[in-house]
């Protein structure tokens, strides 16, 4: 069955550093756009970064532009997240998405915390 797992969330101080991965399983990855999202507590899911299918074209919100970059291993099936210069307003947890037409996947998400 499809699985998107995320991992590599935690608890880091502001100005610190995460690295996100999302293993995905059960489709075929490399034709799919792959992206991160995040929610914060009482605040709507949010695009976070995005890739297309052969990593040639990446995309990202505004509040994390220069600070994040989002890639991908098609062969080890797997999306990836570096997340510098943390902040406290990162705080969230992000989840993996898969995306090809109407077809729609998601992980179940890794909590990020950044506090001092």
């Known amino acids: 069955q499809v699985q998107l797992v995320e991992s590599g969330g935690g608890l880091v101080q502001p100005g610190g550093s995460l690295r996100l991965s999302c293993a995905a399983s059960?489709?075929?990855?490399?034709?799919?756009?792959m992206s991160w999202y995040r929610q914060a507590p009482g605040k709507e899911r949010e695009l976070v970064a995005a890739i297309t299918s052969a990593g040639g074209s990446t995309n990202y919100a505004d509040s994390v532009k220069g600070r994040f970059t989002i890639s991908r291993d098609n062969a080890k099936n797997t999306v990836y997240l570096q997340m510098n210069s943390l902040k406290p307003e990162d705080t969230a947890v992000y989840y993996c998405?898969?995306?090809?037409?109407?077809?729609?996947?998601w992980g179940q998400g890794t909590q990020v915390t950044v506090s001092s």
């Open positions: 998405n898969g995306a090809l037409g109407l077809i729609d996947y």
């Open positions: 059960g489709f075929t990855f490399s034709i799919y756009a």
